[in-house]
């Protein structure tokens, strides 16, 4: 059973506008969370994280939501440029338990110029 | 050049052959992954590595196997491949307690 699952598998939005990518858990144990971004032909990039500490964490255009009662977490782009266009990974980890990072399904992000 | 690279980049074989993925990495990192990406599931951790004398079972380790040859090096075995052994594997790396792993550009792996 996933533990981390994104049930959006694509999304499409227009240029200027705000993306909003969406990621469920079901272990309350996590306390650490990262989004990944994928281009096609690369490996993943780190792009932002947040700890169960907090409930928000903005850098640049990229915001993270945690909401700990629902098990939930957003990731916000805004505003939302073509180069944007990727899949995007949702992760968890627990950070006393060896740093294992449990990852979502993804999910694809197109931008629309 | 890239702080992670893995050989080869793509690679086609036959059920039952022995493959081998391969990992370097330049960043002097102490910690090494080897995922598996499939369609809808995400990225599965298949075996990981906190120094040379350490090796780990991951979440889907049956069918595989690994190397730790140096700190920069991390290999991947497949022994007898089959068809669902087809798909996209990346290598990590981490430093320490760090939660962030840095990627490889991945294999691209086809079991016929």
């Known amino acids: 059973d996933q533990q981390v699952k994104q049930n959006s598998p694509s999304l499409s939005v227009q240029e200027g506008r705000i993306s909003i990518l969406n990621c469920d858990y079901t272990?309350?144990?996590?306390?650490?969370f990262l989004w990944y971004k994928k281009y096609p032909a690369e490996g993943p990039t780190f792009l932002i994280s947040?700890?169960?500490?907090?409930d928000k964490n903005e850098d640049g255009r990229f915001t993270v939501f945690l909401n700990k009662s629902a098990k939930h977490l957003s990731l916000h782009i805004v505003p939302s440029q073509p180069g944007d266009s990727a899949v995007y990974f949702c992760?968890?980890?627990?950070?006393?338990?060896?740093?294992?990072?449990?990852f979502g399904g993804g999910t694809r992000l197109m931008v629309k110029p | 050049d890239a702080d992670v690279t893995q050989t080869p980049r793509n690679r086609i074989t036959k059920t039952g052959k022995r493959i081998m993925l391969e990992c370097s990495q330049t960043?002097?990192?102490?910690?090494m992954y080897w995922y598996r990406q499939d369609p809808g599931l995400g990225l599965r951790l298949i075996y990981y590595?906190?120094?040379?004398?350490?090796?780990n079972k991951g979440e889907i380790s049956d069918g595989y196997s690994v190397s730790r040859q140096a700190q920069a090096k991390f290999s991947l075995s497949l022994e007898s491949a089959i068809p669902n052994q087809t798909a996209l594997y990346f290598c990590?790396?981490?430093?320490?307690?760090?939660?962030?792993?840095?990627f490889g550009p991945g294999t691209r792996l086809t079991v016929l």
């Open positions: 990590a790396t981490s430093f320490g307690i760090a939660d962030t792993q840095y």
């Open positions: 272990n309350s144990m996590f306390d650490y």
């Open positions: 947040i700890s169960s500490i907090k």
């Open positions: 992760a968890a980890t627990r950070r006393n338990a060896g740093n294992m990072l449990t």
């Open positions: 960043k002097g990192h102490d910690r």
């Open positions: 590595s906190f120094d040379v004398k350490d090796i």
